[in-house]
């Protein structure tokens, strides 16, 4: 990239933002001048710890508390960055440290990331900070084609100005199978990913087990911890670390995802890292992402019993079992890797 140095940022506390981070920079730290920006702490495992990344204590979340006024440390990014000589400020998720960071590197280009584009709590502070953030970049990256258009027209963005991308992760080996007939829900647990629909369905197949998991946020709280008391759930209502959720995962047979709304799930990607079929309501970008019949089945929006069909379908498959698996982690590896999305994220950056 002719010395092009790129520096890939998030201050956010979520280890999948995290992850995206980490994993891109292993895939291009041999052929690209790069750097890491995140908060101190780290939670995810593949986190660096070379030269090359930097870790500043800054606030967890994209709202307002007493460290986003730590105008020394946004100084001293900013200072980090031009004595690097960055070129490429990429912003991985919201944050309102961002705001400043690009204030202050007016002449580095600045690419954020929008991954909701119609943030799912409809938080005024997220959306404001987010056009705020769309207004001051020179480039945005979305993670699905469905919403362009949307983006464009909320956040008054030129669609020249707009980069999809595929959603990434690391990936491990391909992990068979374990036939442990269990289905699993696992995220952050909130209203609209179909809590309501996860109990109906949950009550009308006591024959099948599920794991639970996830942090469920005060609205959800009580339909959550009434369904971790269902004999057939074993739940776990709070957030794991990675180590665990990998757990999770590898001893689950396929990953249900009932939700109303989406945008593009990371979930399913980490589905497919770990070589897990999904089985998720036809919802927001989700069908860029399942090949109904093959990485596991998409299911007509609200159509719960049909739902149930197939968790009931699923739960007898053996061989059937291999092949999705297997189709889901090859499916993963060759769209949703890190290596794999490395050269489109090299190429926007050429092209910038």
């Given at each position: 990239m002719d010395n092009n140095k790129i520096a890939i940022i998030t201050f956010s506390d979520n280890v999948d933002h995290q992850n995206i981070v980490y994993?891109?920079?292993?895939s291009i730290k041999d052929k690209e001048d790069v750097i890491t920006i995140g908060r101190s702490n780290p939670k995810s495992?593949?986190?660096?710890?070379?030269?090359?990344n930097f870790y500043f204590d800054?606030?967890?979340?994209?709202?307002?508390?007493?460290?986003t006024?730590?105008?020394?440390?946004?100084?001293?990014?900013?200072?980090?960055?031009?004595?690097?000589?960055?070129?490429?400020?990429?912003?991985?998720?919201?944050?309102v440290w961002n705001i400043a960071i690009m204030l202050l590197c007016r002449k580095c280009t600045r690419i954020q990331v929008v991954h909701d584009v119609i943030p799912h709590?409809?938080?005024?502070?997220?959306?404001?900070?987010?056009?705020l953030l769309c207004r001051l970049s020179d480039h945005i990256v979305i993670h699905n084609n469905k919403y362009m258009d949307t983006l464009s027209e909320e956040y008054k963005v030129p669609k020249d100005k707009i980069t999809s991308l595929d959603l990434w992760r690391d990936f491990p080996s391909e992990s068979r199978p374990a036939h442990t007939g269990r289905f699993l829900y696992f995220g952050r647990i909130r209203k609209y990913k179909g809590l309501d629909t996860l109990e109906k369905i949950i009550r009308e197949t006591p024959e099948i087990s599920y794991y639970v998991v996830g942090s469920p946020d005060d609205e959800s709280r009580e339909i959550a911890e009434k369904i971790a008391g269902y004999d057939n759930v074993d739940a776990n209502l709070t957030e794991v670390p990675e180590k665990e959720m990998r757990w999770?995962?590898?001893?689950?047979?396929?990953?249900?995802?009932?939700?109303?709304?989406?945008?593009?799930?990371?979930?399913?990607i980490d589905a497919y890292k770990f070589s897990r079929p999904v089985i998720a309501f036809d919802v927001g970008a989700i069908s860029e992402q399942v090949r109904d019949g093959k990485t596991g089945f998409l299911i007509e929006h609200g159509n719960y019993r049909q739902f149930i069909e197939k968790i009931r379908l699923a739960s007898g498959m053996d061989d059937r079992l291999d092949e999705f698996s297997h189709a889901a982690y090859e499916v993963g590896f060759n769209k949703y890797s890190s290596d794999a999305v490395s050269v489109q994220f090299i190429e926007m950056l050429k092209g910038l």
């Amino acid at each position: 990239m002719d010395n092009n140095k790129i520096a890939i940022i998030t201050f956010s506390d979520n280890v999948d933002h995290q992850n995206i981070v980490y994993s891109m920079y292993n895939s291009i730290k041999d052929k690209e001048d790069v750097i890491t920006i995140g908060r101190s702490n780290p939670k995810s495992l593949i986190a660096g710890s070379s030269e090359n990344n930097f870790y500043f204590d800054g606030p967890a979340r994209p709202g307002i508390e007493l460290k986003t006024f730590r105008l020394d440390i946004l100084f001293k990014i900013a200072r980090l960055i031009k004595k690097k000589d960055i070129k490429y400020l990429y912003f991985e998720s919201v944050h309102v440290w961002n705001i400043a960071i690009m204030l202050l590197c007016r002449k580095c280009t600045r690419i954020q990331v929008v991954h909701d584009v119609i943030p799912h709590d409809l938080s005024k502070a997220v959306i404001m900070c987010t056009k705020l953030l769309c207004r001051l970049s020179d480039h945005i990256v979305i993670h699905n084609n469905k919403y362009m258009d949307t983006l464009s027209e909320e956040y008054k963005v030129p669609k020249d100005k707009i980069t999809s991308l595929d959603l990434w992760r690391d990936f491990p080996s391909e992990s068979r199978p374990a036939h442990t007939g269990r289905f699993l829900y696992f995220g952050r647990i909130r209203k609209y990913k179909g809590l309501d629909t996860l109990e109906k369905i949950i009550r009308e197949t006591p024959e099948i087990s599920y794991y639970v998991v996830g942090s469920p946020d005060d609205e959800s709280r009580e339909i959550a911890e009434k369904i971790a008391g269902y004999d057939n759930v074993d739940a776990n209502l709070t957030e794991v670390p990675e180590k665990e959720m990998r757990w999770y995962f590898e001893n689950s047979d396929w990953i249900i995802l009932p939700y109303e709304s989406a945008t593009q799930s990371g979930v399913i990607i980490d589905a497919y890292k770990f070589s897990r079929p999904v089985i998720a309501f036809d919802v927001g970008a989700i069908s860029e992402q399942v090949r109904d019949g093959k990485t596991g089945f998409l299911i007509e929006h609200g159509n719960y019993r049909q739902f149930i069909e197939k968790i009931r379908l699923a739960s007898g498959m053996d061989d059937r079992l291999d092949e999705f698996s297997h189709a889901a982690y090859e499916v993963g590896f060759n769209k949703y890797s890190s290596d794999a999305v490395s050269v489109q994220f090299i190429e926007m950056l050429k092209g910038l």
